[in-house]
């Protein structure tokens, strides 16, 4: 699976957007990108996934760059209760479903 | 609710003493598994499961023993604990297996071996 890079902390302030970059620039053509959050030693919490075109859910926007090399997670409308560990990972299809969470960002949103 | 139980969530041993975590999931998803969450490591799979009665090794198995006699229910076995299993675990299940489908993660089980 490639390898990710994540900055290690970032502020928000409350209501505003919260962009949160990962680097995959090793990433290969069946590789998904995953988002996933942890919220204080809460059980992590699938946020959203995408191959090459952008998508969005209730919960975020996913955005990737036409090379792959890189995405952005964007948090519309940050509130104080997605202050959270956000692990970027991406993978391919395997048997074991075995998610690799490097480090991730602390994103801490202010008010 | 759609949800992965665990319990207990909290639980404070002695080295040796066997116990059991359990893990059940109301989703009727297929695969199951279990990971360990330390400091500075992230979280490493223990062991899973791709359906009842089919289980296998993780990244870290030693010292641990799992089961999947019903669909729903994985649970996580350490037969002699020792303090490196000191740990926050957590039970993961998702639809089938394979990256198009998201893992839904329990609430964790922190444990601590003396």
């Known amino acids: 699976d490639a390898k990710t890079t994540q900055p290690p902390s970032m502020d928000c302030a409350e209501g505003r957007a919260a962009n949160l970059p990962c680097n995959h620039s090793?990433?290969?053509?069946?590789?998904?990108v995953y988002w996933y959050r942890q919220i204080h030693s809460q059980g992590p919490q699938y946020i959203i996934h995408?191959?090459?075109n952008n998508e969005t859910n209730e919960m975020a926007s996913l955005i990737i760059t036409e090379d792959r090399k890189s995405s952005t997670l964007i948090l519309p409308h940050a509130t104080l209760r997605d202050t959270a560990v956000y692990y970027c990972i991406v993978r391919v299809s395997y048997n074991n479903n075995d998610m690799r969470f490097g480090a991730g960002t602390r994103l801490t949103v202010k008010p | 609710e759609a949800q992965v139980t665990q319990n207990p969530r909290y639980l404070i041993t002695v080295t040796g003493k066997k116990l059991t975590v359990t893990c059940s999931q109301n989703m009727n998803h297929e695969y199951m598994s279990w990971y360990r969450q330390d400091p500075g490591l992230g979280l490493r799979q223990i062991y899973y499961?791709?359906?009842?009665?089919?289980?296998d090794k993780g990244d870290v198995p030693e010292g641990y023993k799992v089961s999947r006699k019903e669909k729903r229910n994985f649970p996580l076995i350490l037969e002699s604990p020792s303090p490196n299993q000191t740990s926050l675990y957590f039970c993961?299940?998702?639809?089938?297996?394979?990256?198009?489908?998201?893992?839904?993660f329990g609430p964790g089980t922190r444990l601590t071996v003396t």
């Open positions: 090793t990433i290969s053509g069946n590789e998904y």
């Open positions: 499961s791709m359906n009842v009665e089919v289980t």
């Open positions: 993961a299940s998702s639809p089938r297996t394979g990256s198009l489908y998201e893992q839904y």
């Open positions: 995408g191959l090459k």
